[in-house]
T-cell receptor, first 110, second 110 residues
Framework: KAGVTQTPRYLIKTRGQQVTLSCSPI?????VSWYQQTPGQGLQFLFE???????NKGNFPGRFSGRQFSNSRSEMNVSTLELGDSALYLC?????????FGPGTRLTVT | DAKTTQPNSMESNEEEPVHLPCNHS???????IHWYRQLPSQGPEYVIH???SNVNNRMASLAIAEDRKSSTLILHRATLRDAAVYYC???????????FGKGTRLSVIA
């Protein structure tokens, strides 16, 4: 069974731009979560989607948004990028108890 | 979800057993204990989870104290590939969101 895939793997953007990251979950998984990982703050939960509905949301500003499609694929968007948004963005899909993480998208904001 | 406390780092010799401790003194009766690990340059990986009884799987064993205020992840024979940051997470309902602490950085010496 294929794992969680994320595209792109690496991205460089300029302050003020926006970015969209994509995540394809494991086949059959309906829940997709997004996390941000930085050296200073560690791994932090952004949001979770289940059956195209946002089910949980972390403590991030409204510039961070996401959505999920009917095939469970998910995207997250960050608008008006700031230098502090530079991070590894991880997507995880889950069955009942376990979350399976993708390799992440490394975003660098200059 | 209860707060968990783990040592910042631990070291082990290759092929020796490793016992990674976790304190979760405020855990409630319905909180599960999950362990994830993150290898260098990869997303987190599910290791094991349990509620009250000790649990075993192909990767590790989880020993849960009788009062559930602490648990220990046991790697029976550490290999160089087990060098990673190990996260102990207490989780109430469902399996999201995962709240990651700083984890324990395990170094394995050949």
């Amino acid at each position: 069974k294929a794992g969680v895939t994320q595209t792109p793997r690496y991205l460089i953007k300029t302050r003020g731009q926006q970015v969209t990251l994509s995540c394809s979950p494991i086949s059959g998984h309906r829940s997709v979560s997004w996390y941000q990982q930085t050296p200073g703050q560690g791994l932090q939960f952004l949001f979770e989607y289940f059956s195209e509905t946002q089910r949980n949301k972390g403590n991030f500003p409204g510039r961070f948004s996401g959505r999920q499609f009917s095939n469970s694929r998910s995207e997250m968007n960050v608008s008006t990028l700031e230098l502090g948004d530079s991070a590894l963005y991880l997507c995880a899909s889950s069955n009942l108890y376990e979350q399976y993480f993708g390799p992440g998208t490394r975003l660098t904001v200059t | 979800d209860a707060k968990t406390t783990q040592p910042n780092s631990m070291e082990s010799n290759e092929e020796e057993p490793v016992h990674l401790p976790c304190n979760h003194s405020t855990i409630s009766g319905t909180d599960y204990i999950h362990w994830y690990r993150q290898l260098p340059s990869q997303g987190p990986e599910y290791v094991i989870h349990g509620l009250t009884s000790n649990v075993n799987n192909r990767m590790a064993s989880l020993a849960i104290a009788e009062d559930r205020k602490s648990s220990t992840l046991i790697l029976h024979r550490a290999t160089l590939r087990d060098a990673a940051v190990y996260y102990c997470i207490s989780l109430n309902s469902g399996n999201t969101p995962l709240v990651f602490g700083k984890g324990t950085r395990l170094s394995v010496i050949a």
